[in-house]
């Protein structure tokens, strides 16, 4: 295989961080190759090895073993050529990773120094950027002044100065606002679209990357345990068997209506319930649709029923059960609900 | 509001600056934005003022103290005040050389800047490396300026030639660039010794006492291990070129003087080495993830 046919490839990338008294294993073996102007989205509780593939990639960390290629430059003997081609970026925790003393235009001219981009240009895709950002009117506070969101586009602008083929960022809407996440993902998915860059987004949000990504790899405890798209992961585990409820009722009656359904045997667990607009939405997971279904409706008899109906697992529940974790024993701990 | 059209478009020019213009651009950037940090803080540079003129006043008064026989005795001139305050001048430039890039490193890794730095660094941290020693360097000629120029105002008997001042300032060059090498292999190793931050006050501190900055050398004459522990310091030889420069006006070509400045020329070296020792440290950290503290 040519490594310049790919992206981005990872063969057998592991880390260890070792002290005295003990090791610890955060990225093992792991090996990913990944298409010219993907979307690719790794998945992952946190610790579990995310942020450390993607320093490995940005040449901040050298691998204990395996090897990776950007655009077919070894991270290990090109790292120059690969910082050449990347962007990369930190979410919440690199909000920190601008001078905080300077301007944003400041931050953004230091930097297109740093990375060799003319001034002319560099001025030009920092405007550019800013106004379809809308950070044009904030450029020449402190950043010390900025709010989260604004650090984390002032970011990612940073990132795109040189006009890098690949982004590497990793969880760059953790920390924002719901309005600042949907402009920043709008645009990341308009750079992959319209402007062919590879990306590859870390994320513990499953509906970030079921929105964004062309691919998904899930990662835990170091290791790769999927990779596929958005669909095929749900696909992968159509065997969790969910039931969605809904019932057109009031809040009071809620408590009522989960005492009834944990009561039933044909019910797992009751994983997820909201309120939407009149109507109360309740997913249980179950083993067997045909006996289950005929029993909650007999026990919801007396409510306004307005549909009992097969349901896909979402991502997230999807995740969990590709990783491991017991479907609900995880849903137990978040709810603080047990399984009667 | 920009399109992304207009996005497509900015992006199409694909130039980047390349060789010694980009290594000087990108240095003269981490020095002027650095300067930028400094001004920020408003009241920085007027407290630094303050704090040289507390000094250059203190040792007025002490030169009044001090007998003339006594520092002629020992070699030197009989001006304590141009003696002290030429001292105080040249170890402005040993902070800012050896413990400030250590001292700037802290700042950037705790920030998180330091790997973005990384992520974006094209030649193992040297032009961002040689900003930062101008940038020190710069903010030390700036209080060596101000101490000269209170030293002229107090009456000390520095050289009023020009020719001796231009020698006064190679020395300078000289001495500062020998301890940046020493400030920047500090700053490599501080990346995986973060204790290592006071241990360099320390060295500060003795760097200075064996220079000499505010008595004679030949003091040490009498405690010889004292003594030759101060022949193996740079600055030593650095600050007695200087001040036999600017107050005794003796040219290079003078015995005394060449000793010194081949024992100097010795320690040349310790730039390059710096570097080395920086990127050793540089990879050590990012086999073992501490190019960042969040």
Redesign the interface.
């Known amino acids: 295989m040519n490594m310049r046919d790919y992206a981005i490839v990872s063969e057998e990338l592991t880390?260890i961080?070792?002290d005295k008294h003990r090791e610890i294993v955060a990225v093992d073996h792991v090996s990913i190759k990944i298409k010219y102007g993907e979307f690719f989205g790794l998945l992952g509780p946190n610790g579990a090895g995310k942020t450390?593939f993607a320093?490995m990639l940005?040449?901040?960390?050298?691998p204990?073993e395996g090897e990776a290629w950007i655009e077919g430059y070894s991270i290990l003997k090109d790292p120059?050529e690969v910082?050449?081609r990347?962007g990369?970026m930190?979410g919440e925790?690199?909000g920190?990773?601008?001078?905080?003393?300077?301007s944003g235009w400041?931050n953004l001219?230091?930097?297109a120094?740093?990375?060799?981009?003319?001034r002319k240009?560099a001025e030009?895709?920092a405007r550019?950027?800013l106004?379809?950002l809308?950070l044009e009117d904030a450029v020449d506070k402190?950043v010390m002044n900025y709010s989260t969101g604004m650090r984390i586009k002032l970011m990612l602008i940073?990132s795109l100065l040189?006009?890098p083929d690949v982004l590497i960022l990793d969880e760059p809407t953790l920390g924002l606002d719901v309005e600042s996440a949907i402009k920043v993902r709008n645009f990341l998915r308009?750079l992959a679209d319209?402007?062919g860059k590879t990306i590859l987004f870390t994320s513990h949000n499953m509906y970030e990357v079921e929105q964004l990504c062309d691919r998904i790899a899930v990662i835990n405890k170091g290791r790769i345990i999927f990779i596929g798209t958005p669909r095929e992961i749900k696909e992968k585990v159509e065997e969790i068997k969910i039931v969605e409820i809904i019932v057109a009722s009031t809040d009071s009656d809620l408590k009522e209506i989960l005492n009834k359904l944990e009561s039933l045997s044909v019910i797992n667990t009751v994983l997820f319930h909201e309120r939407e607009a009149k109507n109360i939405k309740i997913r249980v997971s179950v083993n067997d649709y045909y006996t289950a279904i005929p029993e909650i409706a007999r026990v919801l008899r007396g409510y306004k029923v307005e549909s009992i109906s097969r349901a896909l697992p979402t991502l997230e529940e999807a995740f969990l059960k590709i990783a491991g974790v017991k479907i609900e024993e995880t849903e137990t701990r978040r709810f603080g609900r047990r399984r009667l | 509001m920009s399109s992304i059209s207009d996005i497509i478009e900015v992006f199409r020019a694909r130039e980047k600056e390349h060789g010694f213009h980009a290594f000087i651009r990108r240095a003269l950037a981490s020095c002027f934005y650095q300067l930028k940090i400094y001004t920020s803080y408003r009241m920085n540079f007027a407290l630094d003022l303050i704090d040289i003129t507390i000094s250059a006043l203190i040792y007025y008064y002490i030169g009044f103290l001090v007998s003339p026989q006594d520092l002629m005795r020992l070699g030197y001139t009989p001006d304590y005040i141009a003696f002290a305050l030429a001292g105080i001048a040249l170890s402005r430039y040993i902070w800012t050389s050896v413990a400030r890039l250590a001292h700037k490193m802290r700042h950037e890794i705790s920030a998180g800047t330091f790997e973005s730095l990384a992520a974006a660094d094209f030649d193992d941290f040297h032009a961002w490396l040689w900003g930062q020693i101008l940038y020190g360097f710069t903010w030390s000629s700036s209080v060596f300026f101000v101490t000269i120029l209170l030293g002229y105002s107090l009456g000390a008997s520095f050289t009023r030639s020009l020719v001796f001042w231009l020698q006064a300032i190679l020395i300078v060059l000289l001495t500062v660039l020998i301890h940046a090498g020493i400030g920047v292999m500090a700053a490599g190793m501080y990346i995986v010794h973060k204790q290592l931050e006071t241990l360099l006050v320390l060295l500060v501190a003795v760097i200075e006492f064996f220079g000499g900055v505010l008595y004679p050398l030949s003091l040490l004459w009498n405690y010889p291990p004292l003594y030759y522990i101060a022949m193996l310091i740079p600055f030593t030889h650095g600050l007695e070129l200087f001040r036999r420069t600017i107050i005794d006006e003796l040219p290079l070509t003078h015995p005394l003087m060449l000793r010194h400045l081949i024992i100097l020329l010795v320690f040349f070296p310790t730039i390059f080495l710096g570097f080395k020792v920086f990127k050793h440290y540089l990879n050590k950290a990012k086999k073992t993830g501490l190019l960042a503290a969040y």
């Open positions: 880390k961080y070792r450390t320093k940005a040449t901040l960390l050298i204990d120059i910082r050449k990347i990369w930190m925790t690199g920190r990773a601008l001078y905080w003393r300077l400041d001219m230091f930097f120094s740093i990375l060799n981009v003319p240009i030009k895709r550019t950027l106004r379809f809308e402190l940073r040189h006009n308009r319209e402007l």
